[in-house]
């Protein structure tokens, strides 16, 4: 893919049938996980790209080969990812899997605030200076108390945004 590697300058969302597991946990029945080839191109497409999963409520998986018994697999080959601008411009992005009704696949459901974020401030920078102040590590510990539920990206980037509204 020829836009792996780059920096896109802008929010940007992947969302659909990626076909393909990224690790055992995303996969039931069938053959054991093995990370191939594809697993690995993905994963570097991913990483490269500096795009984080989002994350999902519902079914674990979002597609079953519908067969029977032993036969039947069960796979997270859908999903969604975004880069941190996306993520910042749309903070409280919900992804949902829907069931699945006439598809081998389940329907992806973005549920996206109404009101996007317009906040672009500059990531956040450590400064040397904030150890000097008293009762910060209570603070910052206070501000890791958050949220849960989302992938470990989008779990990091909230956690971050707890921790500059309480210092900054």
């Not at 999963?53 to 029977?68: I, M, P, Q, V």
């Not at 949902?96 to 401030?121: E, F, K, M």
């Amino acid at each position: 893919m020829a836009v792996a590697g780059m920096d896109f300058g802008y929010p940007m969302l992947l969302i659909g049938d990626f076909n393909v597991i990224t690790d055992s946990t995303e996969k039931r029945g069938g053959r054991g996980f093995n990370a191939d080839i594809e697993v690995r191109e993905f994963r570097n497409f991913v990483n490269s790209s500096s795009l984080i999963d989002l994350g999902f409520s519902g079914s674990a998986f979002t597609w079953c080969n519908n067969r029977f018994g032993h036969a039947r697999v069960w796979e997270r080959l859908d999903r969604a990812l975004a880069n941190d601008g996306w993520i910042n411009y749309f903070p409280d992005s919900i992804v949902t899997h829907l069931p699945r009704i006439g598809s081998d696949h389940c329907p992806l459901l973005l549920q996206v605030s109404s009101q996007p974020s317009r906040n672009r401030r500059s990531p956040l920078r450590f400064h040397k200076f904030w150890l000097s102040i008293e009762g910060i590590q209570h603070v910052v510990r206070r501000a890791w108390c958050g949220p849960s539920g989302a992938s470990h990206g989008v779990r990091l980037l909230k956690l971050l945004r707890n921790t500059r509204q309480v210092i900054v």
